[in-house]
């Protein structure tokens, strides 16, 4: 079975930081781009980040640049999303999604309309003081 299991995400004081996880089994990962993205109540889902099946590049959409690292570790199938100086408007359900390197023409078109074949379940992440 092929599947994304994100884990990380929990409660977190504003200026705190986490690292997301995105554990991937059941297809070849190294041919999958990886993208991050999250959705906080009551708006649209949004695009974070997104990694080259190589992780030789990356894209970050505003609302990830500056403050979050997307990575992957193709060896232990698993992709992160480094967050630092986390604010409460980062307070959102975050979600991994794999996509056949051969789906978007640039990692930017699948930030910003994924044509993922596989989700995540999702984890929570929740800034307040």
Known sequence: QSQLVESGGGP????GSLRLS???SGFTFDY???GWFRQAPGKEREGVACISHSGGSTFYSDSGKGRFTISRDNAAHTAYLQLTNLKPEDTAD????AA???????LQAMCI???????GQGTQVSVSS
Do not use: F, L
Request: some cysteine; proline content about 7%; hydrophobic content about 30%.
């Open 94 to 97: 975050y979600y991994c999604a």
């Open 12 to 15: 977190v004081q504003p200026g």
């Open 22 to 24: 995105c554990a991937a």
């Open 32 to 34: 999958y781009d990886i």
């Open 113 to 119: 309309k994924p044509e993922a074949d596989y989700w």
């Open 100 to 106: 056949h390197r051969m789906r978007h023409s640039t």
